[in-house]
């Protein structure tokens, strides 16, 4: 994950810690090669360009550059600010007062939303000792209701799927019913994703947002798209407010630019990320952990 990132990053580095004491020049130099190494690896030029800055405020501001261990405390800054933007601290699911807590999942055809539904089930119900129930509520793509149902079988997680005949809206609302009546305390609804963004998605989805009263709108994006994905979530934010990101596909060969930027960009946390096809592969996102991951 984020190879080449890592491994310009570390070049970058290892001119700083040769140097003991630095000149503002050699801090500039390797901010520009940091720079650099952001934009290759498709993070959002404005993110980019506030993320070298702040380093370098901080860098010269804090006059450390006479000190003898002026590299290493530049590095030190790096991963500092690598931490924030990944969003500092870990962002729990939130949970309702009352029962059933429920979770919007919402996306784009294709990245993961499915899955991720599942994958959540399972997390709660195996890690946190809860009841979700399964909502399969994506009536558009055939295949999904019946993946969803065979996921549930497979870890074990209830999923109330009436069928692709049945709106969505009602869909939610007898979803809600069974939940209360069922004694659920999550609720994980795959809602419908389209291959593009488009008007009549936003509005069911606004629909089932204003029938269900979700504490989450998890948007669900795919690593490997990059820029795209930030896109994506600035859309998806806009319309509906969503509350936290679900980023898949980090097993893959991603360059970094989505998980760096879509923080940034939408004000919203990283929840969980995607490791792997596998129900299991969903872990919880620690900022500071994949700053450290990042830098090496
Ligand atoms: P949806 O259209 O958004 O519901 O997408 P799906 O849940 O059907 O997932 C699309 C494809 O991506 C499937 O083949 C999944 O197995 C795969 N997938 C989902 N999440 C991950 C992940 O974290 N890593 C990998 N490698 N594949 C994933």
């Avoid at 979770?103 to 997390?123: D, E, P």
């Avoid at 009263?213 to 319309?239: C, K, N, R, W, Y």
Wanted: aromatic residues 4%.
């Amino acid at each position: 994950m984020f190879e080449s990132l890592s491994g310009r990053l570390q070049s970058a580095f290892s001119k700083l810690r040769g140097k003991g004491r630095l000149s503002e020049s050699d801090v500039n130099d390797a901010m520009r090669e940091i720079r650099r190494a952001l934009l290759e690896a498709d993070v959002n030029h404005v993110v980019a360009k506030k993320f070298v800055d702040a380093v370098k405020e901080r860098a010269i501001g804090q006059d450390i550059l006479q000190s003898l261990t002026a590299g290493q405390q530049v590095v030190s800054i790096v991963n500092d600010e690598l931490t924030r933007l990944l969003g500092e601290t870990q962002a729990k699911l939130e949970r309702s007062a009352k029962p059933p807590t429920v979770v919007m999942m919402v996306g784009l055809q294709g990245a993961g939303k499915t899955t991720a539904t599942a994958k959540l089930g399972r997390f709660l119900a195996t890690s946190e000792h809860r009841r979700p129930l399964l909502v399969a509520a994506d009536i558009y793509r055939p295949a999904a209701i019946d993946q969803l149902v065979a996921l549930g079988q497979q870890i074990g997680v209830a999923v109330w799927a009436p069928g692709a005949e049945v709106a969505p809206a009602e869909i939610v609302r007898t979803a809600l019913d069974e939940a209360r009546r069922g004694g659920y305390d999550y609720v994980l609804i795959d809602t419908a994703g389209r291959l593009h963004i488009d008007e009549l998605l936003m509005n069911e989805l606004d629909q089932l947002r204003q029938l269900s009263e979700p504490e989450e709108i998890l948007l669900v994006v795919d690593a490997m798209t990059g820029q795209d994905a930030v896109t994506v979530a600035q859309s998806f934010h806009e319309a509906l407010g969503i509350t936290g990101v679900v980023l898949t596909k980090l097993d893959g060969d991603t360059r970094g630019g989505a998980a760096l930027s879509v923080r940034h960009v939408t004000g919203c946390p990283i929840k969980f990320v995607g490791t792997g096809e596998r129900p299991d592969a969903l872990e919880p996102f620690y900022p500071d952990r994949m700053a450290s991951r990042i830098l090496g």
